[in-house]
């Protein structure tokens, strides 16, 4: 059973190409919910060179090693906090997207390459191959990345559940249309974690960031945050501010967490959104 901890969702800008600044931003947001008493904060997909920017090419690096690997393992160790962040990362001349997910001592102890990437992002990231578990004292928790969540049949999520995971944590990059200006996915979001959720009796948290989208496929559309946090009876437990400008921090105090296998009891939580 997963121990009371609260968890902080940094909804947080993201600017393409711009990794000096997205850091720098990052440190200050994990700082920032570490005094509001995160025990556990997340950050979202690709937060230094954004997704699928082309300056992945020459300003990502390694994992471990990297300068915004090492940059993020020394915010979670200053901070005191478990940081769960999506970065580039290049290995040789090969590109992931990737997440790491770093103890409060500054131990490496997940570092997962999505799965599921969508086709025309395969361009710069290459696919990962495996899928772990860390055993923490909060609990066992999983990570993963945006679109691995509705992967056919949600074989990620499932397969994460299967493996003993008791909270998935998700950075994530949501994006529309230039034009669009209403909740984007919401039943998409909604529906896959729910019924993983529910049917494994875990929690699921996925952070987006904000801010438009500069190269690639999809230039011209806009990440708008929507961060959520779907609970063990498969229901939404909190949601970010949506909105192309609508960063903040989405904090979740977990009051009470179940056992596996489907077994959901009342759902204790209060949530504390500031925007930045």
Request: hydrophobic share 45%; aromatic share 6%.
């Amino acid at each position: 059973m997963l121990s009371p901890f609260r968890l902080a969702l940094i909804q947080m800008l993201v600017e393409p190409g711009r990794v000096e600044a997205n850091l720098a931003r990052a440190e200050e947001r994990v700082c920032e919910a570490a005094l509001r008493g995160a025990q556990m904060v997340v950050l979202p997909e690709t937060l230094d060179c954004g997704w699928t920017h082309p300056s992945a090419h020459g300003s990502a690096g390694p994992i471990p090693g990297g300068v915004a690997c090492e940059r993020l393992r020394a915010s979670a160790r200053r901070s005191g906090v478990y940081l769960c962040a999506g970065l580039v990362e290049a290995r040789e001349a090969r590109r992931f997207n990737a997440a790491v997910l770093f103890s409060p001592t500054g131990e490496l102890l997940l570092h997962h390459r999505k799965i599921h990437e969508l086709d025309f992002a395969q361009v710069l990231y290459e696919r990962g191959d495996r899928l772990m578990v860390a055993h923490t004292p909060l609990g066992t928790l999983g990570v993963m990345i945006c679109a691995d969540a509705f992967a056919p049949g949600e074989v990620i999520s499932r397969t994460l559940a299967l493996m003993g995971a008791q909270l998935i944590i998700s950075p994530c990059a949501w994006a529309v249309p230039p034009d669009q200006e209403h909740e984007p996915y919401g039943a998409l979001w909604r529906d896959c974690y729910g019924r993983v959720a529910l049917r494994h009796g875990i929690w699921i948290a996925g952070v987006s960031n904000v801010g438009p989208i500069t190269a690639g496929s999809w230039t011209g559309r806009k990440c708008i945050g929507s961060s959520l946090v779907v609970g063990p009876d498969g229901e939404p437990v909190a949601q970010g501010p949506h909105g192309v400008a609508a960063e903040s921090i989405l904090i979740i105090d977990i009051k009470s967490l179940p056992a596996l296998g489907g077994q959901n009891p009342p759902v204790h939580f209060s949530t504390d959104t500031v925007i930045a």
